[in-house]
């Protein structure tokens, strides 16, 4: 089973930082991908940010400049530094990860959610 598990978030007013961390763990035979999805109450869940394991990066263009992903392969881990944080950027933001794992003599690949960590921006 693989796992990811978030640290970070809380409360911040705007124009303040904040970061994130994810860590995935388990039966992991290679990590593709991995980034950051956030959902705000009555909204779709849209991806914030990706990087894969080559380093290549996605942003979404509200967070463009502002925020930052980096990861550490070695460690199963990726980071999202959060800066000149807005009231918008409030959300439950979710560790993604796409994940190969060795089972049953096949390689499977599929996407792997955290649990969810609160990110509140407010005066």
């Known amino acids: 089973q693989v796992r990811l598990v978030e640290s970070g978030g809380g409360l911040v007013q705007p124009g303040g930082s904040l970061g994130l961390s994810c860590a995935a763990s388990?039966?992991?035979?290679?990590?593709?991908?991995m980034g950051w999805y956030r959902q705000a109450p009555g909204k779709q869940r849209e991806l914030v940010a990706q990087?894969?394991?080559?380093?290549?990066?996605n942003y979404a263009d509200s967070v463009k400049d502002r925020f930052t992903i980096s990861g550490d392969y070695t460690k199963n881990t990726v980071y999202l530094q959060m800066n000149n944080l807005k009231p918008e950027d409030t959300a439950v933001y979710y560790c993604n990860a796409r994940i190969r794992t060795y089972e049953n003599m096949a390689v499977r690949t599929n996407d792997y959610w955290g649990q969810g960590t609160q990110v509140t921006v407010s005066s």
């Open positions: 990087m894969t394991t080559g380093a290549s990066t």
């Open positions: 388990g039966s992991i035979f290679t990590i593709d991908a």
